[in-house]
Structures are given as structure tokens and as C-alpha cells.
């Protein structure tokens, strides 16, 4: 029992009060998530807002970031061993880290996009697929209003509205790039390799679903195909040793004199 315990120690495997707290956490700070979004699209969208709006929607926005980082904090307390819980979520941390470095509210969009992403991975009831469209979507939606906000103001930028953010984020995500609008400032092109890698990985991991699926189809096919011929190599084996066994009883039969014939000559003789 100890030298189990001691490996699941050493291998860093959440413990049960982890385990408690991850599931009790997951679906709060996912809704603080989408409440966050709400917070980050208004200055965007409405940047004529009065002040208190824009305060109250960065004082949220500093609230979830710092639910996330307490939730970290928690977790890294919980974890059995902490430096491989700090080794195993290296984009939890860098996330918690980043506005600290730099208060920019860039900077708190991609760490609650990290923060809110590692979480929804832990959540067993998120199904592959829902996380990938999830993620398109959210990337998409925060990949447009973050590179609206850095472009809008720039002399020579071509992104101005939102319609034109949704349109150039989108081909951006998929690598089509058109070219009609293309981001002019450091930060808009900082956006643009995100969005383009995270495309890829995403698209990737889409093909890899959908590939893994047909290879699974296939292979239960042909195990269905294989159960098939087995069973009919042994009905068939089956078969040829009823076959042999009713051969053999014929000819059994055969050597068998009927009733009534000819009497048995030593017989006769004693009778007589």
C-alpha cells in the first residue's frame, strides 16, 4: 500500500481533495469565462461608452483573471508533488504570470482564453468535439474583437468595423488569407500568428478525429468480417463430421443382417 501511494505521489496523480475541488470549480469558472467575454466585447464594441461602464467591464475583467489565478493556486496547493503539477500545466502558469508582467488587457484575454482552456480539458463531461467547436468559435469571436481593438486606431490599418475583424479572423483561422484586410500594427500580427497556428492545430485535430473515426469503423468491419468467416470455417468443419459420423452409421447399418434372413449354420445344427 505505501509504495502505491508513493507512486502516485511521485507520478504527480491528483489527489482526492484535487479531484473534489476541479469538480466543484470546472462549471463556475467557465460561466466567470463567458462572463468575461461579455466584459472584453462592450469597450470593444460600444468604445463611446460612459466611463463607469468601462470601468465596471474592467474591474471584471480583472476579477475572473484573478478567480482563475486563485483557482491555480489552489490546485497547485492540493497537487501531491508541486513541481510536476507546475511542469505538467506550463500554460496555466504563464498565463497567471503574464498581466502581472504587463497589465494590458490583451495580455488578460489570452490568459483567461488559457486559463478557461485548461479547464475545460479537465471536464470529463466535454465531449471532443464540443471542445473543438467551442474553441473555433471562441477563437474566432475573441481573435475579432482583440484584433479590432488593436487596429481601428491605426493610420494605415483596413480593419475598421466589426464585420470586417469576423471576416479577416476567419480566414485567417483557416489559412485561406485573402488578403483584402490584413493587420498593420505588432500587435495585430502577433494576433494573426496566434490565430493561424491555433487554425492549424485545430484543423489538425479535426482530421485526426475524423480519420481516427473511419479507422475505427473500418476496423470493427473487418472484425465483424473476420467473427463472420471464422464461424463459417467451424459450421462448415461441423458439417463434414456430421457428414463422416452418418457415412459411418450407414455402413454400420449395412453390416447389420436384416430380420428374418438367412439362419446361422451352427445354429441349425444344434437345433437339429
Known amino acids: 500500500m505505501r509504495s502505491t501511494e508513493s507512486t502516485e505521489k511521485e507520478s504527480g496523480a491528483a489527489t482526492g481533495a484535487e479531484q473534489r475541488w476541479e469538480r466543484r470549480t470546472q462549471w463556475p469558472l467557465l460561466a466567470l469565462a463567458l462572463l468575461f467575454a461579455v466584459a472584453y466585447a462592450v469597450p470593444v464594441m460600444a468604445p463611446d461608452a460612459d466611463r463607469a461602464t468601462l470601468r465596471l467591464c474592467r474591474g471584471v475583467e480583472w476579477v475572473v483573471w484573478g478567480a482563475f489565478a486563485v483557482d491555480y493556486a489552489v490546485r497547485l496547493v492540493l497537487a501531491p508533488v508541486r513541481w510536476t503539477f507546475v511542469r505538467r500545466h506550463p500554460l496555466a502558469l504563464i498565463a497567471v504570470l503574464l498581466p502581472m508582467v504587463q497589465p494590458l488587457r490583451l495580455l488578460r484575454l489570452v490568459s483567461t482564453l488559457l486559463l478557461a482552456g485548461q479547464r475545460a480539458r479537465m471536464a470529463s463531461q466535454v465531449q471532443l468535439t464540443t471542445y473543438v467547436a467551442g474553441s473555433c468559435v471562441g477563437l474566432l469571436m475573441f481573435g475579432s474583437l482583440a484584433v479590432l481593438e488593436v487596429e481601428r486606431d491605426s493610420p494605415e490599418g483596413t480593419i475598421k468595423s466589426l464585420g470586417d475583424a469576423v471576416w479577416w479572423s476567419f480566414t485567417t483561422m483557416t489559412t485561406v488569407g485573402y488578403g483584402d484586410y490584413a493587420p498593420t500594427t505588432g500587435l495585430g500580427r502577433m494576433l494573426a500568428v496566434g490565430l493561424m497556428l491555433s487554425g492549424i492545430a485545430l484543423l489538425g485535430v479535426v482530421t485526426a478525429n475524423i480519420a481516427a473515426w473511419f479507422i475505427s469503423h473500418f476496423e470493427s468491419d473487418s472484425a465483424a468480417d473476420r467473427l463472420q468467416m471464422e464461424a463459417i470455417v467451424a459450421l462448415t468443419a461441423e458439417v463434414r ?16 443382417p436384416p430380420p428374418g434372413g438367412p439362419a446361422d449354420p451352427a445354429r441349425s445344427a444344434a437345433s437339429a
Open 241 to 256: 463430421a456430421l457428414r463422416a459420423e452418418v457415412t459411418e452409421l450407414s455402413a454400420a447399418r449395412d453390416r447389420v
